[in-house]
């Protein structure tokens, strides 16, 4: 399977917990995506990869949030002091961006419940 | 106004029918547009994308965009109960952004 893939699939944490997420991209793709998204809306923006670098964090992210991608391979996304606000389904989408081709392709997700 | 638009339905059709879903946007310079496919619970997946004025169709699929009046369309045809999904249009800024719309539910009745 060369698709996008995510871990875990599913997270249960209690508020105040720290929690890490990870994402595999396409091999081949140079830009990889953090995306959230909560029930009745679309995915909202948290920030993205081209390669290592990371080029653009939301503004909506506050400083609890924290995403790497070392090496340009795989990348992790940590959330510190987990609050109930936190919960969403957080989406992991890579591209391989040439020209105007900026199609995206998502992983399976990690749903993160905060109790 | 918010970038990206699209009724929020849901939108119901019968079987066999047109389905046909919305999208405006904001942004003059936006380049590229994409159509997601998201079922309950799972992760969007992309069903087409267009950059150029006009149509494309691929298979039940077609995908119209008029950059003029900043509106792109996903038409179904002959719609099937697999069909029932929540269907994103995503855009891509002149601020190299991907936005995406809040999505169109989309019911197909047997």
């Known amino acids: 399977d060369t698709g996008v893939s995510q871990n875990p699939r599913h997270k249960i944490t209690k508020r105040g917990q720290n929690v890490t997420f990870r994402c595999d991209p396409i091999?081949?793709?140079?830009?990889l995506y953090w995306y959230r998204q909560t029930l009745g809306q679309g995915p909202e923006f948290l920030t993205y990869?081209?390669?290592?670098?990371?080029?653009?964090k939301s503004r909506l992210l506050s400083d609890r949030f924290s995403a790497e991608r070392p090496k340009g391979s795989f990348s992790t996304l940590e959330i510190q002091r987990t609050e109930q606000g936190d919960s969403a389904m957080y989406l992991c989408?890579?591209?391989?961006?040439?020209?105007?081709?900026?199609?995206?392709?998502f992983g399976p997700g990690t749903r993160l419940t905060v109790t | 106004q918010k970038e990206v638009e699209q009724n929020s339905g849901p939108l119901s059709v019968p079987e066999g029918a047109i389905a046909s879903l919305n999208c405006t946007y904001s942004?003059?310079?936006?380049?590229?547009f994409f159509w997601y496919r998201q079922y309950s619970g799972k992760s969007p997946e992309l069903i087409m994308f267009?950059?150029?004025?006009g149509d494309k169709e691929d298979g039940r699929f077609t995908a119209q965009l008029n950059k003029a009046s900043q509106y792109v369309s996903l038409l179904i045809r002959d719609s099937q109960p697999s069909d029932s999904a929540t269907y994103l249009c995503a855009v891509k800024t002149s601020y190299d952004k991907v936005i995406f719309g809040p999505g169109t539910s989309l019911s197909v009745i047997p």
């Open positions: 091999s081949e793709h140079n830009r």
């Open positions: 942004d003059r310079g936006s380049q590229s």
């Open positions: 267009i950059y150029s004025n």
């Open positions: 990869f081209q390669n290592e670098a990371q080029l653009e």
């Open positions: 989408a890579s591209s391989f961006v040439a020209g105007s081709f900026y199609e995206q392709y």
